[in-house]
């Protein structure tokens, strides 16, 4: 039985998205812009998903705007604002503990000349909604904050910390990175006072290659790709129909059990961290102000690329930090103050509803053969 706890580095295809994904690829091939009955189709079908997120995040539709992933998503947000807003206010306020999505676009806007404030989790591990509110001033354009780790599941004050901004500095653009939330935290942008907004498909049982953004009316972003005029000219090139139409079909099989899911996996990681809690040498670097749908622990005395392949080697499936660094250091367990031991040895195990009790006792009982078998 193959066990697969990387949730967060991507989660298999539903039925529902392969088979939107198919119809359009076999049926509704044309191209959204050709004005024939093909392309007539295609148009509609991205203006349904379109519909659908938007319903999802209590959105305006034409907010809605498809791009290639969260990581396009994210750099035509932070560089599109920029551009837009920051020549008279070139301060930019962020977290150390972003997406690499996120982090790089930061020092790529630093090395252009703009101020960059990177706040820290402080002496408990926590990035605080006045720790962020008080970093910015007049000449801040732009805050950018994740909604949900994606290493350890901390769930940063992004509502709480956007009220405020808005309140004191209305003019300053709001985004959030909201990857690991959508879909598994509830939310409304309206409520978030977030005039942007990252999504990402293949983190919610969609296909690769597809990502959304909300940009609230009247926002405006510097162009970053140039062609025709798709997506009304924000982002140019020709829609992925088949992939937008999996999310969309993702979005849709998700919808109206976000609670009851949510409830579930909490469930899962609660039986999880007790199990693992009866292992000596095992912390859970995740606490209860952190997402159920991610765990970080640390198995102390076994590098994180041991204990991945010897639990691979038995069909089970995690991940030693972010995919996105390819297994190398990221430094957010250093930021969240993991010493270098505990880091060193530190596991990502994120959930999905689909995840079982079953599941999770075979893995706590392999991470304590483990560390008998590999500390002899």
Do not use: W
């Not at 920029?82 to 930061?106: C, D, N, W």
């Not at 300053?172 to 990175?177: A, P, Q, S, V």
């Not at 999880?272 to 009866?278: G, K, P």
């Amino acid at each position: 039985m193959s066990i697969y706890l990387d949730n967060a580095a991507t989660t298999k295809p539903c039925r529902e998205a392969v088979k939107a994904v198919t119809d359009c690829m076999t049926e509704n091939y044309g191209n959204p812009s050709s004005l024939h009955t093909k392309g007539l189709n295609a148009q509609l079908a991205v203006d349904n998903v379109r519909k659908i997120i938007a319903r999802a995040i209590a959105a305006d539709p034409a907010c809605i705007y498809f791009t290639s992933g969260a990581t396009e998503s994210n750099n035509l947000a932070v560089i599109g604002a920029a551009g837009a807003y920051g020549k008279r206010k070139p301060k930019i306020v962020t977290t150390s503990i972003e997406h690499a999505s996120i982090k790089r676009t930061m020092d790529h806007l630093e090395e252009k000349g703009y101020e960059i404030v990177r706040i820290s989790p402080d002496r408990n591990g926590q990035i605080t909604h006045e720790q962020i509110i008080n970093a910015v001033d007049e000449k801040t354009c732009l805050v950018s904050i994740m909604m949900v780790n994606n290493e350890t599941g901390y769930i940063l004050p992004v509502r709480r910390a956007f009220y405020g901004i808005k309140k004191m500095f209305p003019q300053c653009i709001t985004h959030t990175d909201a990857v690991q939330g959508f879909m598994k935290i509830p939310f409304k942008v309206s409520e978030l006072n977030a005039d942007i907004v990252s999504l990402s498909g293949h983190k919610i049982h969609a296909g690769k290659g597809v990502g959304a953004l909300y940009l609230k009316k009247g926002i405006r972003l510097e162009q970053r790709i140039f062609g025709g005029s798709q997506e009304k000219g924000i982002r140019s090139g020709t829609e992925n129909v088949p992939m937008i139409a999996g999310m969309g079909a993702a979005v849709k099989a998700l919808c109206g059990n976000i609670n009851q899911r949510y409830e579930k996996v909490q469930k899962l990681k609660n039986m999880l961290c007790q199990r693992l809690s009866e292992i000596e040498g095992v912390y859970i670097n995740s606490g209860e102000e952190c997402s159920p749908y991610i765990v970080n622990i640390s198995v102390t005395g076994i590098r994180s690329e041991i204990m991945l392949h010897y639990l691979e080697e038995r069909d089970i499936y995690v991940s030693s930090g972010s995919a996105c660094s390819k297994g190398a250091k990221s430094g957010i367990l250093t930021e969240f103050g993991l010493n270098d031991r505990l880091a060193d040895s530190a596991l990502r195990i994120s959930l999905c509803s689909e995840n079982t009790v079953q599941e999770l006792r075979i893995l706590a009982e392999n991470i304590e053969y483990a560390k008998e078998r590999l500390l002899k």
